[in-house]
């Protein structure tokens, strides 16, 4: 998610490169980014130096260390703190980042991996945020795809339909792709086939405003091929499957 986040952000309107830096304890992995026109170091506390924004966009399981790393050096007063490791709560964060009961500004941030092509569906919880910082943040993630300001409560069902959701629209993908070869087309042809229909699908719905159910009513026709397959899928458990995977993403 890192590199993911990265990316969107050198290609998104609001930061020229040179307003971003990246830090990794490997170099290599920073070299795409310096070609880039970022700055790169491996040193987390010369990444944050006069920074506005700090993002930490670790593995739930180094996030201790990455707060403990840099704590005496942020600026609670004039630097906002994001966290994107979903698994830590807002008050184990602020346990860690407390600093004789100062405590910074803190978002915690879920996104998704096309936020590398500013598509992602990204979900921002303001703890001890004023308005103007919330906004703030909203506009930098509105850049990269489309954000909704919520709650802690709802990131696990965020993630789990955005975050997650990402994949299992992916092997949506892969699994039509795959009865695309088996009605005659090539592999690569099929899969195009499949993204340019799904594409259609969502600029369809979103720029209607319509019920999915709705959509499709102007597509199957009585006796047609579309309710045939429709009703094959659903005999065989598709809506289901689907909603019993979200649900078990949040257990």
């Known amino acids: 998610m890192g590199g993911s986040f990265a990316e969107g952000l050198l290609k998104g309107c ?39 924004i700090i993002t930490i966009v670790v593995k739930p399981w180094l996030v201790e260390q990455v707060v403990d790393d840099i704590k005496d050096s942020i600026d609670y007063n004039h630097q906002i ?9 807002a008050d184990t964060l602020f346990d860690w980042f407390d600093k004789d009961g100062q405590k910074p500004v803190l978002f915690q941030v879920i996104p998704n991996i096309a936020i590398a092509q500013k598509a992602s569906m990204t979900f921002i919880v303001p703890c001890g945020a004023s308005n103007e910082q919330t906004a703030i943040v909203k506009e930098v993630f509105d850049d ?51 993204l340019q229909t799904m594409k259609g699908a969502v600029e369809l719905l979103q720029a209607t405003g319509l019920h999915p159910e709705a959509a499709i009513d102007q597509v199957t026709t009585p006796g047609g091929l579309t309710i045939k397959g429709l009703n094959t899928m659903e005999k065989n458990g598709f809506s289901n499957a689907v909603i019993e995977g979200l649900k078990a993403g949040i257990k």
């Open 81 to 89: 703190i994001i966290n994107m490791a979903a698994a830590i709560k």
């Open 14 to 52: 609001i930061f020229n490169p040179s307003d971003v830096t990246i830090a990794n304890p490997h170099e290599d992995k920073l070299k795409r980014f310096s070609d880039l026109g970022a700055n790169t170091t491996t040193n987390n506390i010369e990444a944050i130096k006069d920074a506005d």
């Open 144 to 194: 990269l795809g489309k954000s909704l300001i919520t709650d802690e409560a709802h990131l696990g069902a965020g993630t789990t339909l955005a975050s997650c959701g990402i994949a299992y629209a992916m092997r949506y993908v892969r699994a039509a792709s795959e009865g695309g070869v088996e009605l005659g087309f090539k592999a690569d042809i099929a899969k195009e086939i499949v």
